[in-house]
């Protein structure tokens, strides 16, 4: 079995719901590695700010800031030098603006003005009019990654082609969704 095969079988084989969160966020977080690691850094799990009182999932390091690869467009574009992840195994509880106002809040200006949930479901509508709240407010872009869209990246890959142009194009596809 290939490495692409065999992520794309643990994700899809990982029970939704919170007693898998931690699976959910270990496979999730290999994957990413696996399809984003050059260019981005490895990650750092689970890191908690000064006070201790916020606790991001993931965050890869984007040192990217010159030529024309992916992330360096997207560095230059919403100043997104770290890229948080936050992973939601959600089963029948669903993803709504609690979650996106938490991810929001994750995020401080030196780290950039993305974030992404990688998730089983995709949000409420509450959840998506939130979104773009926040992006009229002040120019941040919450993507919302399903398992699908996460395997998706890994047959990109695995075509030789470039994973990253899924996130540039969600991030596309939220400019010309966002009122």
């Known amino acids: 079995m290939t490495t ?5 079988d643990r994700l899809n084989n990982c029970p939704a719901g919170r007693t898998n969160w931690s699976d959910f966020e270990d496979i999730c977080v290999e994957i990413l590695e696996y399809l984003f690691v050059p260019p981005l850094q490895p990650p750092i799990i689970q890191p908690r700010s000064y006070s201790g009182i916020d606790r991001r999932d993931a965050v890869f ?3 990217e800031d010159t030529g ?3 992330w360096a467009k997207i560095r230059r574009e919403l100043n997104a030098r770290m890229i ?3 992973f939601k ?4 509880s669903e993803i709504g603006k609690e979650e996106i106002l938490q ?9 950039g003005k993305l974030a992404i949930i990688c998730s089983t479901k995709l949000p409420n509508n509450a959840a998506h009019i939130k979104r773009n709240t926040i992006f009229s407010d002040d120019r941040t872009v919450i993507l919302f990654i399903t398992k699908e869209k996460l395997e ?3 047959y ?4 030789g082609e470039e994973p990253a142009d899924l996130i540039m194009d969600e991030i596309e596809k939220f400019y010309l969704q966002h009122e």
């Not at 990109?156 to 075509?159: C, G, L, N």
């Open 68 to 70: 024309t690869n992916t």
């Open 152 to 154: 998706e990246m890994l």
């Open 4 to 8: 692409v095969l065999d992520l794309v």
């Open 84 to 86: 948080l992840f936050e």
């Open 89 to 92: 195994n959600y089963d029948t």
């Open 156 to 159: 990109i890959k695995e075509r």
């Open 103 to 111: 991810v929001k809040n994750y995020l401080t200006n030196p780290m």
């Open 61 to 63: 390091a984007n040192r």
